[in-house]
């Protein structure tokens, strides 16, 4: 006859598989993952480092609309971008969201800047005019997959994005008609 500890240790190993997540799979809760050209900001946002401004000084986009506004990049305006950070690969690094804000956002349309931490700061690993920017769960080559979405008045554009050790590339692309 069988013991009650022959009875609950199979319970217990049961229920601690089901509260195990993966680590490819972990994000912390508080994580802003979905963007949209929609939202005004971040959910939380954080300043923006020195080092992400430097880049982000020397983005031609951002330097047409410096000029437009005749504004030295020295005197970049911190409140053209919204930063939300992210874990997109080890759970050590804080990585970083940029979004545009107006005047370097458009109209339906967002400028987003992805950075991965590194040793030596932060790298820039994605710049992408879009409506939605979606960091997705799922890993490849030890960082989150990314879904980039845009629309125009007959079709929608999907685009899956892996990161090649390097840089984002894009990984699948679907263009189809508005239904």
Known sequence: MPTIQNRIFP????????FVQPVSAQTHVSEQADFSAEDAGVRTPV???ADVMDTLRSERDVQNVL???NISKENLPASWFAASSIHLGPQNEVDLVIVGQPPVAGSNVATFW???STSKGHELVLTAY???LIVTKKMSN????IKLLSATAVNVSRVLLRFDGSKYQEYRSKLEPIR
Do not use: I, K
Not at 142 to 145: D, H, K, L, V
């Open 11 to 18: 319970l217990v190993v049961v229920a601690a598989f089901a």
């Open 47 to 49: 300043p923006v480092p």
């Open 67 to 69: 000029e437009s506004e």
């Open 114 to 116: 992805v950075f991965r």
């Open 130 to 132: 879009v409506h939605d």
């Open 142 to 145: 030890g960082y989150r997959e």
